[in-house]
C-alpha cells in the first residue's frame, strides 16, 4: 500500500507560479511512473506531466515549455514547476504512481491540491 502527501497548491495570479510537491511512502518495492493529473469543474481528469525511472517526461501539449516534472527517486518525491500559470491551469492537482509489489503493479492516486489562477 502507497501512501501519497501533496502540498503547494494555492492561489496565483496570472503569468505566476507554484511548485507542488508529492511524497510517496508506504511498501512497495519500486515505483515505475509518477505523475500529476488535473481536474477542472466540469471536465474530465487529464493527464498533465508524468515522469518514469529512467526521468524521461511526458507533458500535456498545452503545458509544455511552461511546466516541468522532475523526480526524487532516492526519496520518492515528484515535483511539478508551473510557470506562467493561466486562468485555464485552474483544477485539483492529483499526484498519482504505478508502483510494483510483490502481488504485481498498482496504480494509486493522493486525494488532490487546489491551484486557482485568478487575479
Known amino acids: 500500500q502507497v501512501q501519497l502527501a501533496e502540498s503547494g497548491g494555492g492561489l496565483v495570479q496570472p503569468g505566476g507560479s507554484l511548485r507542488l510537491s508529492c511524497a510517496a511512502s508506504?511498501?512497495?518495492?519500486?515505483?515505475?511512473?509518477m505523475g500529476w493529473h488535473r481536474q477542472a469543474p466540469g471536465k474530465q481528469r487529464e493527464l498533465v506531466a508524468r515522469?518514469?525511472?529512467?526521468?524521461?517526461?511526458d507533458y500535456l501539449e498545452s503545458v509544455k515549455g511552461r511546466f516541468t516534472i522532475s523526480r526524487d527517486s532516492a526519496k520518492d518525491n515528484v515535483y511539478l514547476q508551473m510557470n506562467s500559470l493561466k486562468p485555464e491551469d485552474t483544477a485539483v492537482y492529483y499526484c498519482?504512481?504505478?508502483?510494483?509489489?510483490?502481488?504485481?503493479?498498482?496504480?494509486?492516486w493522493g486525494q488532490g491540491t487546489q491551484v486557482t489562477v485568478s487575479s
Open positions: 498519482s504512481v504505478i508502483y510494483r509489489d510483490y502481488g504485481g503493479a498498482h496504480e494509486h
Open positions: 515522469i518514469n525511472s529512467s526521468g524521461d517526461p
Open positions: 508506504g511498501r512497495f518495492v519500486s515505483i515505475n511512473v
